[in-house]
């Protein structure tokens, strides 16, 4: 079965740095879609980066980036010079197209970023 | 473009109330699926819809739960009887055709359901 794996239920990371976010993925499946979200307190979900299991590039959006190893079935997400505003729950997901499912998203628990003055 | 339309986004009910909830996908997207977030918690797929058919359903729970998506009109989400623990957010997600892989997916701004 499907399943996505995000391992750290809470990150810190100072104002400025760069963070690195979890996640791995289980599929037998060669062509898969894996999303990051952004849920603010607000609870919207803002569509962050997206990468295609045959995308040959690592995705790039802005300050977020997509470290995606395929071998590892790892797909972390990088944001760089972290702000205040990035503080928010990251939400990992992935998309398999089963012909009898209609590509759902399967999502992780999150990890609750929280950036420091 | 409208984007995907979700309604009420605050709902509150007393147990053992109904509550609907709606979803107006894109424009052209004739795909919609539900899901649900508790507190402190991922997103879990509830149903899968195209219109006039359920396609999976796998997520719905088995009682109170139902979920139609007319030919005309929104998508609703019906919970019977509802009981504190469906306190949750519903978020909606629409597709066009029948689209299994890429970044075509777009949620609503989802409707939060707190039961007292």
């Known amino acids: 079965a499907q399943k996505i794996t995000q391992t750290q239920p809470g990150m810190f990371v100072q104002e400025k740095e760069a963070v690195t976010l979890d996640c791995t993925y289980d599929?037998?499946?060669?062509?898969?879609?894996l999303f990051w979200y952004k849920q603010p307190s607000s609870g919207e979900m803002i569509f962050l980066i997206y990468?295609?299991?045959?995308?040959?590039q690592n995705a790039t959006e802005g300050r977020y980036s997509l470290n995606f190893q395929k071998a590892r079935k790892s797909a972390n997400l990088v944001i760089s010079a972290s702000q205040l505003g990035d503080s928010a729950m990251y939400l990992c997901?992935?998309?398999?197209?089963?012909?009898?499912?209609?590509?759902?998203?399967?999502f992780g628990q999150g990890t609750e970023l929280s950036v420091k003055p | 473009n409208a984007g995907v339309m979700q309604n009420p986004r605050h709902l509150v009910r007393r147990r053992g109330q109904e509550a609907r909830l709606r979803c107006s996908p894109m424009k052209g997207h004739s795909h919609v699926y539900w899901y649900r977030q508790l507190p402190e918690e991922g997103l879990k797929f509830m149903v899968y819809l195209q219109k006039e058919n359920i396609i999976d359903e796998s997520g719905m729970p088995k009682e109170r739960f139902s979920a139609e998506f007319p030919k005309e009109g929104p998508s609703i989400l019906r919970i019977q009887q509802v009981v504190r623990g469906d306190s949750a957010a519903y978020f909606c997600a629409s597709s066009p055709w029948d689209s299994r892989s890429g970044n075509t997916i777009y949620f609503g701004e989802g409707s939060w359901l707190t039961v007292v």
């Open positions: 990468q295609g299991s045959y995308d040959q």
């Open positions: 599929t037998s499946d060669p062509s898969y879609g």
């Open positions: 997901a992935m998309r398999e197209p089963s012909y009898n499912q209609g590509g759902k998203l399967i």
